[in-house]
């Protein structure tokens, strides 16, 4: 016995619908009862959402029927007797409201839920009760019907900054060890009620076994970059510099990888652009290479972080990467969700971040974290998460401005790279020569 809970537009009878139609695409039969709506009601709600009850039907492996609320045992009776008419192996009662409200009294109470108990036997398959409870309460408050059920499911609303977050939470499941009780969850257009199974690794893997291929100056500069590795880039707000991308496109082209770019601040053709011109820039591609480049090996996905809740951005990322399957992934501009939910929900988007970056090491992807140092709280943070952190300067020299880099790698001293020195910039005119040769070999 499934018992599911929720305020009325929690998504109740889209959970009990979608089930339904999961197992009747198995072949087993499901009997819905409903006390308030009409099928066609039913079916054509359920429809919008892609949930084909009325194909179900058709089949002869959905049945539907509408009761009027009459007297207790009556109710009961009519329930046994459509039970017994088919081998149903879905029950679904939508609500039990009305029913229990017809037992008021404890001995009632008593035959009702025996009843309940023995309706899971008789149908030898999955009795799934709906309850409703008003807006702004938390608990049921139906007797002892929350024992009887074997798992209970809650659908909550939350809203912040006038988001709205749905959140399924599991407060039993009887003979099964729960570890995560809450998880996020959509009610999307053509696909019905969509759960975020949450990515929470256990245990971050070992990453640094697989070393990638790094030209000796760029190693030179940031040290050695493994697959898996959580490299933080930081620099001034006033002063946001591409420079800080080469050691990640050094990776990116001498291995023949491909990155996905989500940008929080700008769209798709600005982080292009963005992009390009570091290529034109730093390593004296022409416009053409540049554009071969960001075309075969990039691709992009703006997000606004104010438009939809942090859940809703994290699940949103978990599959554009399942999808793409990148080997890098970079985020632009994380100071923004950060600070969006700074004095709401702090505590929720660090736990949500480590997650997502243990998640992202054990696939072997290479995170990169780009932002503003707009809070030294937020800056450090972000680098004790890091394998790899880059602290981005400047400096006047001789009347122009030069980048200074302090570079940390875990199990080294810190470093500082000065890219006015001259050494360097020779060095640097052999890499953008040696990459040119990478991009016209490709």
């Not at 940031?222 to 697959?227: A, H, Q, T, V, W």
């Not at 291995?255 to 798709?268: G, M, Q, T």
């Amino acid at each position: 016995m499934l018992l599911v809970v929720g305020h009325p537009g929690a998504g109740k009878t889209t959970l009990a619908s979608n089930i339904c139609l999961e197992n009747a695409l198995k072949g087993y039969k499901c009997l819905y009862i409903s006390f308030y709506e009409d099928k066609e009601k039913l079916y054509g709600n359920m429809a919008r959402l892609g949930i084909d009850l009325a194909g179900a039907e058709s089949r002869g492996l959905l049945t539907h029927v509408k009761l009027p609320v009459t007297k207790p045992q009556e109710v009961l009776e009519i329930i046994s007797d459509l039970v017994a008419k088919d081998s149903y192996r879905v029950v679904v009662l939508d609500s039990i409201n009305p029913v229990i409200e017809l037992y008021r009294r404890k001995e009632q109470r008593a035959v009702l839920l025996n009843f309940f108990y023995n309706l899971v036997s008789v149908i030898n398959g999955l009795l799934v009760a709906i309850a409703e409870i008003p807006l702004g309460k938390e608990t049921l408050n139906l007797g002892s019907i929350e024992f009887v059920a074997d798992a209970i499911v809650y659908l909550k609303h939350r809203v912040s900054h006038g988001l709205l977050t749905r959140v399924l939470e599991l407060r039993k499941a009887r003979s099964a060890h729960l570890s995560v009780v809450e998880v996020p969850f959509d009610i999307v257009e053509k696909r019905g009620l969509v759960v975020y199974a949450p990515r929470r690794s256990e245990r971050p893997m070992i990453t640094i076994t697989t070393k990638l291929k790094m030209h000796k100056v760029i190693e030179e500069i940031s040290g050695p970059i493994y697959r898996g590795d959580v490299v933080v880039v930081s620099y001034p707000p006033g002063a946001r510099t591409p420079l800080v991308l080469l050691p990640l496109i050094g990776a990116m082209l001498e291995n023949d990888l491909k990155a996905l770019v989500v940008s929080y601040k700008y769209s798709e053709a600005e982080v292009k652009d963005i992009v390009k011109s570091a290529l034109m820039k730093y390593l004296d591609l022409g416009p053409e290479e540049a554009e071969y480049v960001v075309e075969k090996h990039i691709r992009t996905e703006p997000i606004n972080p104010a438009a939809i809740s942090t859940p809703q951005i994290y699940n949103l990322e978990i599959r554009i990467v399942e999808e793409m399957r990148p080997d890098i992934v970079v985020y632009h501009a994380c100071e923004v969700p950060w600070r969006l939910v700074r004095n709401t929900d702090e505590d929720g988007y660090w736990s949500t971040l480590v997650n997502e970056l243990t998640w992202l090491k054990n696939q072997g992807v290479l995170t990169a974290r780009l932002f503003s140092r707009v809070d030294p709280h937020f800056v450090k943070m972000n680098e004790s998460l890091a394998d790899l952190s880059i602290r981005a300067y400047y400096r006047a020299v001789n009347k122009k401005t030069s980048q200074v880099w302090r570079v940390w790698r875990r199990g080294e001293e810190p470093r500082t790279v000065d890219f006015a020195d001259s050494e360097l910039q020779g060095k640097l005119r052999e890499y953008s020569n040696y990459i040119r040769g990478v991009v016209l070999r490709s």
